[in-house]
């Protein structure tokens, strides 16, 4: 059967690229025409998600390549590092992958981000396609090519801007994601509403019942919208001069908390949500939005099933943690930390704020 498919293009001059959205796009070989020509393909995935579907990827590539490989890494935040990435290096060189061959990252952003990060670095660039299997990879990291790994000491420390040649969302593959998933890639489309598009935010709050009930043209949607936020976003600034820091809106608190707890623990649409509402409180406490803001969004990230209240990092200094870990930030200034805030409807800003008052916040939203 034919596949029904949007495209939402990316407009980055010669780094351009379509974002293909539907149902039935993985293994259909007509998905991966138009791609650059070569002998090898390799799709890089996990021991999750290579039983799901990397048979069905790597037959609908059998007709474009002569031989296509397969690398299955193991799953999870906990293992987005070097040694996983040289996992990715010495299967590229043990199979003979020249420059021409071409990596696809078959999986959620910690497959995405390393696989990228691997096509980045390998021979000093190959190419690769993302086909993202999560709805986080889906709406946010498959597309605008931020790559990389973690640092014991940061989330994200290590890693290179690398676009994809395209990204291919199949909404089918949806339906085996647990919930526990479904919802932390429910945080990276709400973020959208606040910061950019507040009908985008009425219509999460309308369909939220069928987004968690998967309805494949609810998701549909909800990811051809988050995708056009996006490229609209990235296609303005794409290795973040400025505008893109607002997609890190709920980033600064979140990241805090998955270094604070370990990388893993929660997971990392978890802690976006729940530091979308720290990060929603300290609008309000500079006087840039009102309570009811507050309260709205916070409602909703519940109503998505995400974490609203953060976890205590530290027993005696639980405030004081948070700062240490939010000056590691990467949009941090000669040490002052600079958050994302909503200063207006569909409005964001990036700015710094008292300590004082972030302690203020981190007290009042932690247990
Ligand atoms: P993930 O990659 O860990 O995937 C979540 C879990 O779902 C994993 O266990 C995975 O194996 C499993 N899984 C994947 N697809 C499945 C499917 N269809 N059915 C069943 N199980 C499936 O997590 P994620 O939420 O996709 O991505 C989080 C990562 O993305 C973080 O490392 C974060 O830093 C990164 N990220 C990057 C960007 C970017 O712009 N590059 C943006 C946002 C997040
Ligand atoms: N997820 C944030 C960004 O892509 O900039």
Redesign the pocket.
Known sequence: MTPTFSTVPIDLGERSYPIHIGTGLLGHAASYANLPKAAHAVVVT????SP??ADALVSALAGHYSAVELVVLP???SH?HWQTLNQIFDALLGKGCDRKTILFAL???????MT?FAAASYMRGVPFVQV??????QV?????????I?HPLG??MIGAFYQPQMVVCDID??????AR?LS??LA?VIKYGPIADLQFLDWIEANLDALLARDPQALAYAVQRSCEIKAWVVGQDEREAGLRAI?NFGHTFGHAIEAGLGYGEW???EAVGCGMVMAAHLSQRLGLVDANVVDRLTRLIAQAGLPTQGPQLDASDNAGRYLALMRLDKKSEAGDIRFVVIDGPARAAVRGAPDALVREVIDHCCR
């Open positions: 996990n021991t999750t998600v799901l579907y799953d999870g935040e987005k999986g959620g952003g910690v497959v995405g981000d990228g993202p299997t999560t709805l986080l990879a946010d990291s498959s597309v605008g090519g931020k790559t990389g973690n989330k994200n593959t949806l339906k085996t994601l647990p998933e932390a890639g990276e997609l997971l990392h649409g």
